[in-house]
């Protein structure tokens, strides 16, 4: 084979950067010299195949690992595309760090495949990796670092990942150079590597070219030909390709290149500068088997490198890059800046004091590409079948590649991968996050943000105030504190007047959190008077046909019958062929051939897109996202029918309007306000979905009217205190694409004996006869001191019996129970290790412990909402002191 395309013989790797130092340059103040080599023959390039399965675009490590995966699963007819040289781009640059150390499950168990992957792949290719098993030591220099990490621990035990707290003289044994008087601890992960980025680019390569994939460097890809919203093939300045799938892993330049598709596909991400500094070897050269020096709290890390160290790190003034263009040169030219680095190279010293006397090699500034929420992209796109995108890794690209190429090779292959994703999955985006000027605000936030300490409930400061209800400025000046979901601004609280506003604001701790009496006082009002909720952020969807079409295609994607009669809501799951669940929603019947659906903020893309693949291609059938034409509040609150009565002079009692009921109203002066008799919280109430003209009036009727009834403003973390407690499961949160109706106790909510086969019916069916192996249950804490004791978030550990179980989902407090509430899912295992079926022997006679941060805390376990059982005590005592008042 020539040139153009490669095999595994003539297939080279790119050499690892040679720095040279220039005698002539005054230290600090170095001449680079790159050298970047592969070989090849001298024979004009291979001509593009006509035609492909496969066409990926872009040559680094993340689109290699996607090749390799893909000729793993027994993909034939890939073709790998590189502007450039093979691997010349970021991965070139790449610090060489493979750490389990993540913020979510999922990116730990990516990153911990990746470490595997990239030991084997010597021995697989006959290609050195340059793996070293070197562990890495995440330091803290205060209290609420290492519950941080001990969370961290916590969690990454949970997925076999061996780690251990340790003490500051313990880092000091372990790395020679870190100075540990300002330390408190630290997280031990003898399991992290590091390795060369260019080889293990190249091991992939030689491996998915020894599989049959084609890849062609010097081959720039113009844009992706999309028709009837498929992908038929692909554009490049060498010619045209026809293909069936496209996968974007391009990098820095994927936002570009999905911009410059006839269809215009949204890949939020932008990059920015990123430095890292090389020495000389030391005096006492340094062991290459030295442990990785995570340093967050000083914004550093540093590794062992050719007896020198490699030290880079996250300012809190990153530099923005790139914003036209995607040429590869443009790496290639970035300069050294020795001011911007001063910061990094000042904590450096403090941490290392013996590198004051080490000689510097090169300030090296490489390019990194970070996304709105610091999480990469992965997965199809909507409105494009075929699409697929694996780019946006904030820095963790060689963390990440290894794992997320597999996921994306599986999701290509079977339609889903083995493991939920939906963290990463593009479709939590939209369109409203492709603006340059966001991206450029955002992620100078985000860099920071890698190595800032997050406590529960941060909040982005940046890319605020995209998207508002009509009612923000009312409720702004009542006091609301606002917090962002998939770019709406909703209200966590109203803080009364006299409180210090910017006290609550700046309060940040693992604790007992300020804002505890306010949304205690919230809830107090939701259970005795009446509240109002703005909710108009919720997804809402109208579906109509000129027949039944809508009908039929609800029955088949949704699990609970919606032939029910007109003014009927239903809650329901839409689940895919495996049972799970790809949305939560609640489905109005509006009149004959029309339905309103509502879901979850975060699922506005995913659902659309959801439902548009099933949607049969029928002109008679029409979906239309109404989630900016209506404001949704939420009167909560056994006093919410007075008020509605009042505005509407129309009884709201369960007998008139009877639960789960949606009828169009005057509300005040506004007419056509569809009122539900639902309040996601198992609370009595009503939603009431206001054209936004009408919104404005509708909220000062309702708050004038609601003053004789005690009503106040609440926000959501009411709302998530009340949904806790009534165990309502969200999506997103406690239920994804792997979670069954069965295993989160919602079977009563799938209707087999409906008509319609609907999706994931037989799965479901033989789940039903064989027992489900995992379980959603709530747990209530004892022995936990609101006051003193650190607050579960979660991701906690579950145990039972003193064996590790399940973990947590989500936890609020409790204001009814007066503790705090954790939902989660556990599974039994046999004595062999396999999963059993859960029984509500295990669930009651086990002796349940929450891990906090490494504490366990005890707790008892239900599959009933506790706060059931607790009006029940409450009615008897009444009762009973009721009798013996009679009987006085």
């Known amino acids: 084979m020539r040139s153009g395309a490669w095999t595994v013989r003539a297939l080279s790797p790119v050499l690892l950067p040679r720095w040279l130092y220039d005698s002539g340059a005054r230290s600090g103040h170095l001449s680079l010299q790159r050298s970047v080599r592969f070989v090849s023959t001298e024979s004009p390039p291979t001509a593009l195949p006509a035609h492909a399965r496969v066409v990926i675009c872009g040559g680094g490590i993340v689109g290699t690992s996607v090749a390799y995966h893909l000729a793993k699963l027994g993909w034939t007819e890939i073709v790998l595309l590189e502007q450039g040289r093979l691997g010349a781009g970021t991965t070139r640059f790449c610090a060489g760090i493979v750490s389990v150390a993540k913020p979510l499950s999922i990116e730990s168990k990516m990153a911990d495949y990746s470490n595997s992957l990239y030991e084997r792949l010597e021995e697989e290719t006959g290609i050195k990796t340059g793996f070293v098993r070197t562990g890495s030591l995440c330091l803290a220099q205060n209290q609420d670092r290492l519950l941080s990490l001990k969370r961290l621990a916590s969690r990454l035990k949970l997925l076999g990942v061996s780690c251990n707290i340790i003490k500051p003289k313990d880092v000091a044994g372990l790395h020679p150079l870190v100075n540990i008087h300002d330390l408190v601890g630290a997280l031990h992960l003898p399991g992290d590597s590091v390795v060369s980025p260019p080889d293990v680019n190249h091991a992939l390569a030689v491996a998915a070219a020894g599989y049959g994939v084609q890849i062609h460097e010097h081959t720039s890809v113009n844009h992706v030909v999309v028709m009837k919203g498929h992908v038929t093939a692909v554009e490049t300045d060498r010619g045209s390709i026809e293909c069936e799938y496209f996968v974007n892993c391009a990098g820095q330049w994927a936002y570009e290149l999905g911009q410059s598709s006839e269809v215009k596909v949204s890949v939020p991400l932008h990059g920015c500068e990123h430095f890292y500094l090389l020495t000389k070897p030391l005096s006492e050269p340094l062991h290459p088997e030295s442990p990785v020096v995570i340093d967050m709290d000083g914004r550093i890390y540093t590794r062992a490198w050719q007896g020198g160290i490699l030290s880079g790190g996250f300012e809190?003034?990153?530099?923005?890059?790139?914003?036209?263009?995607?040429?590869?040169?443009?790496?290639?030219?970035?300069?050294?800046?020795?001011?911007?680095?001063?910061?990094?190279?000042?904590?450096?010293?403090?941490?290392?004091?013996?590198?004051?006397?080490?000689?510097?090699?090169?300030?090296?500034?490489?390019?990194?590409?970070?996304?709105?929420?610091?999480?990469?992209?992965?997965?199809?796109?909507?409105?494009?079948?075929?699409?697929?995108?694996?780019?946006?890794?904030?820095?963790?690209?060689?963390?990440?590649?290894?794992?997320?190429?597999?996921?994306?090779?599986?999701?290509?292959?079977?339609?889903?991968?083995?493991?939920?994703?939906?963290?990463?999955?593009?479709?939590?985006?939209?369109?409203?996050?492709?603006?340059?000027?966001?991206?450029?605000?955002?992620?100078?936030?985000?860099?920071?943000?890698?190595?800032?300490?997050?406590?529960?409930?941060?909040?982005?400061?940046?890319?605020?105030?995209?998207?508002?209800?009509?009612?923000?400025?009312?409720?702004?000046?009542?006091?609301?504190?606002?917090?962002?979901?998939?770019?709406?601004?909703?209200?966590?609280?109203?803080?009364?007047?006299?409180?210090?506003?910017?006290?609550?604001?700046?309060?940040k701790t693992f604790y007992k959190p300020d804002w505890f009496d306010i949304v205690g006082a919230e809830v107090k009002c939701c259970k005795e008077a009446v509240c109002v909720i703005d909710m108009s952020s919720f997804t809402k969807f109208e579906l109509t046909s000129s027949?039944?079409?809508?009908?039929?295609?609800?029955?088949?994607?949704?699990?609970n019958d919606l032939d029910v009669p007109v003014g009927h809501i239903v809650h329901t799951g839409m689940l895919n062929e495996r049972g799970g669940y790809e949305n939560d929603c609640s489905v109005v019947h509006l009149s004959k051939n029309s339905f309103f659906i509502i879901s979850p903020t975060d699922q506005q893309v995913h659902c659309w897109s959801w439902i548009k693949k099933h949607m049969p291609n029928d002109p008679q059938l029409h979906l239309e996202d109404v989630s900016w034409k209506y404001t949704a509040l939420n009167l909560i609150g056994p006093r919410a029918m007075d008020v509605l009565s009042e505005l509407s002079y129309v009884s709201m009692t369960p007998e008139h309007f009877p639960s789960m009921f949606c009828k169009e109203m005057s509300v005040g002066y506004a007419n056509g306000i569809r009122v539900m008799s639902m309040t996601h919280t198992g609370e009595p109430g009503f939603m009431l979905y206001i054209p936004i003209e009408y919104a404005l009036h509708v909220y000062n009727e309702v708050m004038s009217v609601g003053q004789k009834y005690g009503i106040r403003n609440a926000g959501y973390y009411a709302l998530r205190s009340l949904r806790i407690e009534k165990f309502f499961a969200f999506w997103g949160q406690d239920l994804d694409s792997f979670t069954t109706p069965l295993e989160c106790g919602r079977e009563f909510r799938v209707k087999f004996d409906k008509d319609t086969d609907f999706l994931g019916r037989d799965v479901l069916l033989r789940q039903r006869a064989e027992g489900a192996s995992r379980r959603f249950i709530m747990l209530v804490l004892e022995d936990h001191d609101t006051e003193l004791d650190i607050w579960p978030w979660w991701g906690e550990p579950i145990y039972r019996n003193g064996n590790l179980v399940g973990v947590t989902t989500s936890s609020a407090y409790s204001y009814t129970l007066q503790r705090h509430v954790c939902l989660g899912f556990v599974s039994p295992t046999n004595s062999d290790g396999k999963l059993a079926v859960v029984t509500p022997d295990f669930i009651n006679r086990g002796d349940y412990e929450v891990d906090i941060a490494g504490q366990r805390f005890p707790a008892k376990a239900k599959l009933y909402p506790f706060s059931s059982l607790f009006a029940q005590q409450k009615r008897r005592k009444d009762d009973m002191e009721l009798s013996n008042f009679q009987s006085k």
């Open 547 to 559: 027949g039944d079409e809508a009908l039929l295609l609800l029955q088949r994607l949704c699990a």
């Open 316 to 507: 809190k003034n990153p530099k923005p890059i790139f914003t036209e263009g995607r040429n590869q040169l443009e790496i290639q030219n970035m300069q050294e800046d020795w001011d911007h680095f001063e910061p990094m190279l000042s904590a450096l010293l403090r941490r290392m004091p013996s590198l004051e006397a080490c000689e510097i090699q090169q300030l090296v500034n490489c390019p990194e590409s970070f996304t709105p929420d610091m999480r990469c992209l992965m997965g199809e796109t909507p409105g494009i079948y075929g699409y697929f995108v694996l780019a946006g890794m904030n820095s963790s690209g060689l963390s990440f590649a290894g794992g997320a190429g597999k996921y994306l090779a599986e999701w290509i292959t079977y339609g889903y991968p083995s493991a939920s994703v939906w963290p990463l999955d593009i479709k939590r985006f939209g369109n409203l996050q492709s603006s340059r000027t966001f991206l450029r605000h955002r992620v100078m936030e985000v860099m920071p943000l890698l190595y800032e300490l997050k406590v529960p409930r941060w909040d982005f400061q940046t890319g605020r105030q995209l998207r508002t209800s009509p009612l923000y400025d009312r409720l702004d000046t009542q006091g609301a504190r606002w917090m962002e979901k998939h770019g709406f601004e909703r209200a966590k609280f109203f803080v009364p007047p006299g409180k210090d506003l910017l006290a609550l604001d700046q309060s």
